[in-house]
């Protein structure tokens, strides 16, 4: 069995940073990509960032610039540093692997750690 476990939510004041990490634990697997996404009250869970196997990135453009997501293979973990955080980043960020499970490809996700950016 497999999990994604977060990590580092809290709260804090705009302009602030926080750094959320995940952990992936289980046997058997290999990781693909790994991703934060982020759900706010109110609104459909939208994506963060998100990190390729070999490096690659990908991030929402409300957080190029602030936001930087970096992985290490050898722990099964990814973080999501956030910077000059706003209000409007207050929401619950699930982490999502896509792991490989012998020859199946399956989508995994954590149980959420909230943030919330005070003004």
């Known amino acids: 069995q497999v999990q994604l476990v977060e990590s580092g939510g809290g709260l804090v004041q705009a302009g602030g940073s926080l750094r959320v990490s995940c952990t992936a634990s289980?046997?058997?697997?290999?990781?693909?990509?790994m991703g934060w996404y982020r759900q706010a009250p109110g609104k459909q869970r939208e994506l963060v960032a998100t990190?390729?196997?070999?490096?690659?990135?990908n991030y929402a453009d409300s957080v190029k610039g602030r936001f930087t997501i970096s992985r290490d293979n050898a722990k099964n973990m990814v973080y999501l540093q956030m910077n000059s955080l706003k209000s409007e980043d207050t929401a619950v960020y699930y982490c999502y692997a896509e792991l490989l499970l012998g020859t199946v490809i399956a989508d995994y996700w954590g149980q959420g750690t909230r943030v919330t950016v005070s003004s």
């Open positions: 990190i390729a196997n070999g490096g690659s990135t």
């Open positions: 289980g046997s058997r697997f290999s990781i693909n990509a």
